[in-house]
């Protein structure tokens, strides 16, 4: 008779070592997602804040407004605690938005920037050559 060879448990001890790492695995590609679209959308709120600053006439209150309005559409969920700072000089215009995004790990706080920067558009009048 062959000597009798006790398998039993080796699966329930494999699964406690791999189970964890495979959800910790997929809890990082999931706040590498959430990252990713909340840089996004901060690049986007900034890109269309700038556009609405940098135009003849536009302001900075202009620039604050589209970036709320870019927000609400795009959705607050994936980039939290958002500040935005608009500046608006002669010659060109600054957009800044900060926050962080969502976490899906705990003790987790991933800082997002995004910044657009463009010239000021200024009319200037044709002059009549003879």
């Given amino acids: 008779m062959a000597p009798r060879c006790d398998d039993g448990g080796s ?3 494999e699964m406690v070592i791999v189970m964890p790492l495979i959800l910790t695995l997929v809890l990082l590609l999931a706040q590498a997602a959430l990252y990713i679209h909340a840089t996004h959308i901060a690049q986007t709120t900034a890109s269309h804040a700038l556009a609405a600053t ?5 302001t900075t209150a202009s620039g604050h407004r589209e970036a709320d309005r870019v ?16 500046d608006r000089g002669a010659d060109r215009a ?7 995004a969502s976490s899906v790990l705990p003790f987790v706080r991933l800082p ?3 910044r657009a920067v463009g010239p000021t558009e200024e009319f200037r009048p044709e002059v009549n050559r003879p």
Wanted: proline residues 3%.
């Fill in 11 to 13: 699966v329930t001890t």
């Fill in 94 to 100: 600054d957009v800044r938005v900060l926050g962080t």
């Fill in 54 to 58: 940098r135009v003849h006439n536009g």
């Fill in 71 to 86: 927000l609400d559409q795009l959705g607050r969920g994936p980039l939290r605690d958002t500040r935005i700072s608009v």
């Fill in 112 to 114: 997002v920037r995004a």
